[in-house]
């Protein structure tokens, strides 16, 4: 998880903190906030002494919209930065460089020596949702998560 915190935060600056497990509840003086968090993982025979490890693993980010839940305008646009943190595309749909989806499709080995890569033959899923109450009390936010497996060759 690390390694992957690393990557974003070497590739964009627009996280105020960035943490590995989901804690729940973050202040407000913390968002826009990365949640890097491992969803499963799944381990198979490679070689007779390899195991192939697949980590799926979930960003989320958390952004805050209390101030603008009373203002359509201005809450369009508290969801349009969360698209953009996420898949942010310019006029051609081309991926913005410092969205997420960008980050990680491309700077696919992340650890050459310990064979670690980001598995682009598996979909990478980009997924949307407002809470209350989830990570503050009494607040709202707005969430994207982008799931994606890391992927390893390891001697057993």
């Known amino acids: 998880m690390k390694k992957y915190g690393d990557l974003v935060a070497s590739n964009t ?27 499963e993982t799944l381990v198979a025979n490679h070689t007779n002494v390899e195991d192939t490890h697949a980590v799926r693993m979930s960003m989320t980010v958390v952004t805050d919209v ?29 991926l ?5 989806l960008y980050i990680l499709r491309h700077n696919v080995e992340l650890d050459i020596a310990l064979n670690l890569r980001t598995d682009l033959s598996t979909m990478t899923r980009v997924s949307y949702g407002m809470t209350m109450d989830k990570r503050k009390e009494n607040a ?17």
Request: aromatic share 10%; proline share 3%.
């Open 96 to 100: 913005l460089t410092n969205s997420l």
């Open 13 to 39: 600056d627009r996280f105020k903190r960035i943490y590995y497990g989901d804690p729940i509840r973050i202040g407000v003086s913390e968002l826009p906030a990365l949640v890097i968090a491992k969803v």
């Open 140 to 156: 709202w936010s707005i969430e994207g998560t982008v799931e994606f497996v890391a992927h390893f060759i390891q001697v057993r």
């Open 66 to 94: 209390r101030d603008t839940i009373n203002e359509d305008k201005t809450m369009v646009r508290g969801v349009n930065d969360l698209y953009n943190l996420m898949e942010g595309r310019d006029a051609s749909y081309k």
